[in-house]
């Protein structure tokens, strides 16, 4: 199984400025790798697959990057929306592995 | 519009049983593997099954191979989560979600709670 690891688990960043989370994959996913939002009490939403693409709808303030065991969300400049939790996921190898979270909060 | 909505959580007993259910509407249904993902409470996402398009080909986590069982009609834009022996570990909101390569399109989910 594939071991994703999100850091960090929270991260404190004010509002207008740059945020840049995480993921770890143990092995190498090549660039099935995706980035979920979720906000308290919704589903998650699809935010970028395949490492680097924006999925519908999505801001071009969200980007990913990456690829093989290190993966980046960065969001550019920070809106009260924002503050929420976020995972990564993988669905290069089965069994499809989420990360942990990584909690976005207000600095 | 694309939708997904789930159906069938609710209390069960341990070693119990339930059918979950996901109806989907606004894309083709066939053309795209589908799966379930499950949040206990105040925890992380954790991915329980997903199945081919034509249902040839299921997939499930270790935690729940052997006890739970998902499967289709595509007739219906219809999918299933038959769930065995319960455990209380099991209790969470389970979601379905549509799969094209990430999970692009979710359901509002559905509660299920495992409890004597």
């Known amino acids: 199984e594939i071991v994703m690891t999100q850091s960090p688990a929270t991260l404190s960043v004010s509002p207008g400025e740059r945020a840049t989370l995480s993921c770890r994959a143990s092995?190498?996913?090549?660039?099935?790798l995706a980035w979920y939002q979720q906000k308290p009490g919704q589903p998650p939403r699809l935010l970028i697959f395949?490492?680097?693409t924006r999925a519908t709808g999505i801001p071009a303030r969200f980007s990913g990057s990456g690829s093989g065991t290190e993966f980046t969300l960065t969001i550019s400049s920070l809106q009260s929306e924002d503050f929420t939790v976020y995972y990564c996921q993988q669905y290069n190898n089965w069994p499809l592995t989420f990360g942990g979270g990584t909690k976005l909060e207000i600095k | 519009e694309v939708q997904l909505l789930e159906s069938g959580g609710g209390l069960a007993q341990p070693g119990g049983s339930l059918r979950l259910s996901c109806a989907a509407s606004?894309?083709?249904?066939?053309?795209?593997?589908m799966g379930w993902v499950r949040q206990a409470p105040g925890k992380g996402l954790e991915w329980v099954s997903a199945i081919t398009g034509t249902g040839a080909g299921t997939y499930y986590a270790d935690s729940v191979k052997g006890r739970f069982a998902i499967s289709r009609d595509n007739s219906k834009s219809t999918m299933y989560l038959q769930m065995n022996s319960l455990r209380a570990e099991d209790t969470a909101i389970y979601y379905c979600?549509?799969?094209?390569?990430?999970?692009?399109?979710w359901g509002q989910g559905t509660t299920v709670t495992v409890s004597s």
């Open positions: 606004g894309f083709t249904f066939t053309y795209y593997a």
């Open positions: 395949d490492a680097s």
């Open positions: 979600a549509k799969k094209g390569g990430a999970f692009d399109v």
């Open positions: 092995q190498s996913v090549s660039s099935k």
